[in-house]
């Protein structure tokens, strides 16, 4: 079928048609199943994947990386074996057959007419140009955290989804979970009173070294130029590749750039600022590591006020999660835990009150009804850029000295020619693939 026959297709039979056909090996008859594609076979891409495949309306049908096998930082052999060759193995394995076909080029994947939707899970340089690839091509896109490495190719990417009408959901999962979703309605539901503000706290950076900083010889099976694509090729060292490249911002944004993507956005979504931000942002504690490995936080505190006065503060120094304050409480959020000043608001029988959160079944069930209904995720582009915007405003405050005015209808910084062209810039390297 062309995709956009098939998308009418699985929108309407979601909805009114019975299997026209039968389901093979436990999985959900052909018609019924969307087709996808999954670029980066690391631990979190493996990871997702395979929440995917759990699914019987999903075909796996391509993966690619450009890293055959590897075991991540740990020793040769030790754990699970990650790369392009486990992951077709993977799919195979769930389909009952050799047919996966495993790619070293995201482009050669992209080729394929067969494809409704893909997991984009490869470090964070790479999220832009392989996103704005598959949607221009008509897909819909499954993107991990932080949605774009530059502030930029985050505006790129919504605007694009929205010209489209693509289904997109950022691999923010933590939207789909009840207990962020019951912290939120507490706080919608205006039980804390009237609301200073909140408080996110996200993990230190990497003070030294978290591998190997010998420059040594790629390994075999890696393409190292194709795996720093746009960003500079810096010398191959493992202290700088599998798991620990976000240390360095040719690559990532350090830790403070990982998690705002869950913790600031869980406290955007209480605060009801999904697609607003602050109008002032400011920088303290900002501590840079002494090695020259990483050019990332370590320690680091963000003060942002809102247009409505209020104030919301990042920083290594907090308890992991989200925290809102208001007048009549506080209530603090994190993966597994539920804190709350009033303990009546954390009772299974307590009913926040008539504003309901999205109510996702689950990050990868939800963007699978997504792309057969057509109805917004629960995560969608411009939400995953605003929560991370004020990560990118700190580095441009942190590298320029200055607070940061900010008008976040426009998103434009104010009255700063020099910030505002820091915080567009983009520098990418000619790579040779």
Not at 135 to 145: A, H, M, N, R, S
Not at 166 to 179: E, T
Not at 249 to 268: C, K, P, R, S, V
Not at 404 to 414: H, N
């Amino acid at each position: 079928m062309k995709l956009t026959t098939r998308r009418k297709f699985l929108a309407h039979s979601a909805i009114a048609l019975p299997a026209i056909l039968p389901a093979l090996n436990g999985r959900a008859a052909p018609g019924e199943r969307i087709t996808m594609a999954f670029v980066g076979m690391g631990n979190r891409g493996i990871g997702v994947m395979e929440a995917f495949l759990n699914h019987a309306d999903v075909q796996g049908v391509a993966i690619c990386d450009v890293h055959d096998l590897h075991y991540r930082d740990r020793e040769w052999g030790k754990g699970r074996a990650l790369g392009r060759k486990p992951g077709k193995a993977l799919v195979d394995n769930v389909n009952g057959n050799s047919d996966c076909v495993a790619y070293s080029d995201y482009r050669e994947l992209l080729e394929r007419d067969d494809l409704d939707a893909i997991m984009v899970a490869s470090p964070d340089h790479w999220h832009y140009n392989i996103t704005m690839a598959a949607l221009k091509k008509g897909l819909d896109v499954y993107c991990e955290k932080p949605v774009t490495h530059l502030f930029a190719e985050g505006q790129d990417v919504y605007r694009e989804v929205a010209k489209r009408e693509a289904i997109f959901q950022v691999g923010s999962q933590q939207r789909s979970d009840p207990l962020f979703r019951k912290a939120v309605e507490i706080v919608r539901n205006g039980h804390l009173g009237k609301l200073s503000g909140f408080e996110v706290g996200l993990p230190a950076g990497y003070p030294e070294p978290m591998g190997d900083t010998k420059i040594a010889p790629i390994p075999e099976g890696l393409d190292y130029d194709m795996w720093c694509g746009p960003g500079e090729k810096l010398p191959y060292m493992r202290a700088r590749h599998h798991r620990w490249w976000r240390g360095h911002t040719e690559y990532g944004g350090g830790n403070l750039m990982d998690f705002i993507g869950h913790h600031n956005d869980i406290a955007h979504w209480g605060m009801g600022y999904e697609n607003s931000g602050p109008v002032k942002v400011e920088t303290r504690k900002w501590n840079l590591p002494e090695t020259d490995i990483y050019n990332t936080p370590v320690d680091y505190e963000i003060r942002c006020t809102y247009p409505d006065g209020k104030i919301g503060i990042i920083s290594s120094q907090y308890t992991g999660g989200a925290k809102w304050i208001g007048a009549h409480g506080w209530v603090r959020v994190n993966r597994g835990k539920l804190e709350a000043s009033n303990p009546e608001w954390l009772e299974d029988s307590f009913d926040p009150g008539p504003w309901k959160a999205y109510r996702s079944p689950g990050h990868q069930r939800n963007f699978i009804d997504s792309v057969k209904s057509r109805k917004e995720t629960v995560a969608p582009a411009e939400n995953g850029h605003r929560s991370i915007t004020p990560g990118h405003l700190a580095m441009v405050a942190a590298k320029t000295g200055r607070a940061i005015q900010w008008d976040p209808e426009q998103e434009v910084i104010i009255d700063d020619d020099a910030a505002q062209a820091e915080l567009v810039k983009r520098e990418y390297r000619e790579w040779s693939a």
